[in-house]
């Protein structure tokens, strides 16, 4: 069993990682949870396939459990249903002393740690994550939310969960492409803050598209070491956390063009590192070899996504709408070398629209302005 902590004074936390956890979870969580209500939110899709089993276990420690269970999709991370998951919690008359549980992806994660965080001011709060993207980022750092119609995420809070159980073992069933998606954010690890962790993906390749368990319980504890660090040195986002977000001004504008239905956000992800690559190469930052090998890892994971041709117009909106939600400047993360990046704002929208045109990435539509 792993364990990484995450340090931030009176919320700290532990994310505990382990190939079968889900078999003795119940019983920390009794230990450590005093109230007896707790409130297991999931999806279909999850619950389908380990639900039954978590709930047995948990009534088994004596827990009287209000399951809630939602449609599969990023559409259902949304007020509407948040707003009934906490009438539900109303009705049942779910106390101060309660508990949620979420068990699933990024999704189930962000919108339950949300509903924990505003009901009655706040209940605690447990992560089961199940996808590696929710294993290795969604669940460390403590960003809830949900999306509204006018932008992702934007209705959301901090709030840090008061455990974290990661079982590797649920990693198996997961569909590829949400499985490569997670992959993205290991390799962003490892670009911004970690050669090493780069160069053992580097290595095992093999073993990482066989999913083997060895391979990725250590991919899973490094990851959440560094976000967790990270977070801990600044969890507001005020400074450094900022360089989390390599690849994410233009995978943001991407999904949004897109409107969330042709990528995942991982794979938005490694196409918006394989593209703010290039451009840092371009500006004689990062040397052409580094780039080559971060494109070439991606190459070999098969992870090289064609970006659909964008409206210029479109996309320069979306910078623009990411520039006011960094108060008024685009902050760019731009890789200086593998391991190490530089957050900067030297450069603007115009110099980014001047090379995505230049590349073949934007196009001028026809009525554009
Ligand atoms: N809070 C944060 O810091 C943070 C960071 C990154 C992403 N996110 C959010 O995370 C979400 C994306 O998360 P995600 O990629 O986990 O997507 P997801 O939650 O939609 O899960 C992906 C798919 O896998 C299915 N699934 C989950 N676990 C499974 C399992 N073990 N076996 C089989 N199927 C399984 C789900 O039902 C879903 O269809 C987005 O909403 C994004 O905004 C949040
Ligand atoms: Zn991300």
């Not at 079968?20 to 209500?37: C, T, V």
């Not at 505003?118 to 929710?134: D, E, M, S, W």
């Not at 932008?151 to 008061?162: E, L």
């Not at 954010?185 to 993906?201: C, N, P, S, T, V």
């Amino acid at each position: 069993m792993e364990t990484v902590r995450v340090q931030l004074t009176e919320r700290s936390y532990d994310i505990v990682i382990q190939k079968g956890l889900m078999d003795q979870m119940a019983k920390d969580l009794s230990s450590i949870q005093e109230g007896r209500q707790l409130v297991l939110i999931s999806n279909d899709v999850v619950y389908g396939i380990y639900g039954e089993k978590v709930k047995d276990q948990l009534e088994a420690e004596g827990f009287d459990v209000y399951e809630y269970i939602i449609p599969d999709g990023e559409r259902y991370k949304s007020w509407e249903m948040a707003s009934q998951i906490l009438t539900k919690m109303l009705e049942h008359q779910i106390g101060r002393d309660g508990a949620v549980l979420a068990l699933g992806g990024g999704v189930i994660g962000d919108l339950a740690g949300f509903v924990a965080s505003i009901y009655q001011r706040g209940i605690a709060f447990y992560q089961v994550p199940t996808t590696l993207l929710a294993q290795v980022d969604s669940s460390v750092g403590g960003k809830v939310a949900v999306n509204h119609a006018l932008g992702k995420n934007m209705i959301g809070s901090f709030y840090q969960p008061k455990k974290v159980y990661i079982d590797t073992e649920t990693l198996q069933t997961m569909p590829d492409r949400d499985w490569k998606s997670g992959l993205a954010e290991i390799i962003k690890y490892g670009i911004i803050q970690d050669e090493a962790l780069f160069r053992y993906i580097q290595e095992n390749i093999e073993p990482i598209n066989n999913r083997e368990e060895s391979t990725f319980a250590w991919l899973i504890k490094r990851s959440c070491e560094i976000k967790a660090q990270i977070v801990a040195a600044d969890e507001r986002e005020s400074g450094i956390r900022a360089i989390l977000n390599l690849g994410h001004t233009l995978a943001h504008g991407i999904e949004a063009i897109t409107e969330y239905e042709y990528f995942r956000h991982g794979e938005a992800v490694a196409a918006g590192i394989q593209v703010i690559a290039e451009f840092a190469a371009e500006q004689g930052l990062l040397a052409q070899k580094d780039k080559e090998e971060i494109q070439r890892l991606f190459n070999e994971l098969n992870m090289q996504y064609r970006l659909p041709k964008m409206p210029a117009a479109m996309f320069m909106e979306m910078l623009a709408l990411d520039k006011k939600n960094q108060l008024g400047q685009m902050v760019l993360i731009l890789p200086e070398a593998i391991g190490c990046v530089q957050k900067t704002t030297t450069y603007n929208e115009e110099h980014m629209r001047t090379f995505l045109m230049e590349k073949g990435y934007l196009i001028d539509v026809k009525g554009d302005n």
